[in-house]
């Protein structure tokens, strides 16, 4: 069965640091597909990225990166110069090409103090 | 806009009681989800749904159920709320297939007393 691990529970930073996220999966498939998601104080989860298999191309977007490296199975997220508006549970997900569910990690508690 | 909308944001019920909790999306997906939101458990994957009157299965299905009657619409049911399942409840949509995302609604907070 699909599983996603988040070791982190809760990180603390002060404004400007950079952090790093780490989110490690496990799945038997070849093809699948891993997903960050945003959980603000509100509620509402917020997509960030998505990243298929096949695909081992960092990427980034402004102050957000992802590190995808299959030979580990990680799908790290960085934040660099973190800001206040950062704080929030972000989880990592997995869904795999044979599937239509897709499992979500335990998510990772984000503070970033001024 | 996209939008998944849960009928209710706070909600209290008395052990026992059959509790229903409706999720409507307009996105035309087919896809839908109930995920239970636990401090420390993350989300965990009741049932889901990848058509009309299909459903499957999650991680936890015990003491719930599911309806899906029409594509938009797909409801979760407590039979016999007990106070073990007092949690925040997620719906979420995705229209299926290859490289899709899904779309949270806001999230409906029960507490069963």
């Known amino acids: 069965a699909q599983k996603v691990t988040q070791a982190q529970t809760e990180i603390s930073v002060v404004e400007k640091e950079d952090v790093t996220l780490d989110c490690v999966y496990e799945?038997?498939?070849?093809?699948?597909?891993l997903f960050w998601y945003k959980q603000p104080p509100s509620g509402e989860l917020v997509f960030l990225i998505r990243?298929?298999?096949?695909?081992?191309q960092n990427e980034i977007s402004g102050r957000y990166s992802w590190n995808f490296q299959k030979s580990t199975s990680s799908f790290n997220f960085t934040i660099t110069a973190s800001q206040v508006v950062d704080s929030a549970v972000y989880f990592c997900?997995?869904?795999?090409?044979?599937?239509?569910?897709?499992?979500f990690g335990a998510g990772t508690r984000l503070t970033v103090k001024p | 806009d996209v939008k998944v909308t849960q009928s209710s944001r706070y909600l209290v019920k008395r052990t026992g009681e059959k509790v229903f909790l409706e999720c409507v999306q307009d996105?035309?997906?087919?896809?839908m989800f109930w995920y239970r939101q636990d401090p420390g458990l993350g989300l965990r994957l009741i049932y889901f749904?990848?058509?009309?009157?299909?459903?499957e299965k999650g991680d936890i299905p015990e003491g719930y159920s599911v309806s899906r009657e029409k594509k938009e619409r797909f409801s979760l049911i407590l039979e016999s709320a007990s106070t073990n399942q007092t949690s925040m409840y997620l719906c979420?949509?995705?229209?299926?297939?290859?490289?899709?995302?899904?779309?949270f609604g806001q999230g409906t907070r029960l507490t069963v007393v």
């Open positions: 996105m035309d997906h087919e896809n």
């Open positions: 749904s990848y058509d009309v009157k299909m459903k």
């Open positions: 799945t038997r498939d070849t093809t699948y597909y």
């Open positions: 990243r298929n298999s096949f695909d081992e």
């Open positions: 979420a949509s995705s229209s299926g297939g290859l490289n899709t995302e899904a779309f």
């Open positions: 997900a997995l869904s795999e090409s044979n599937n239509n569910d897709m499992r």
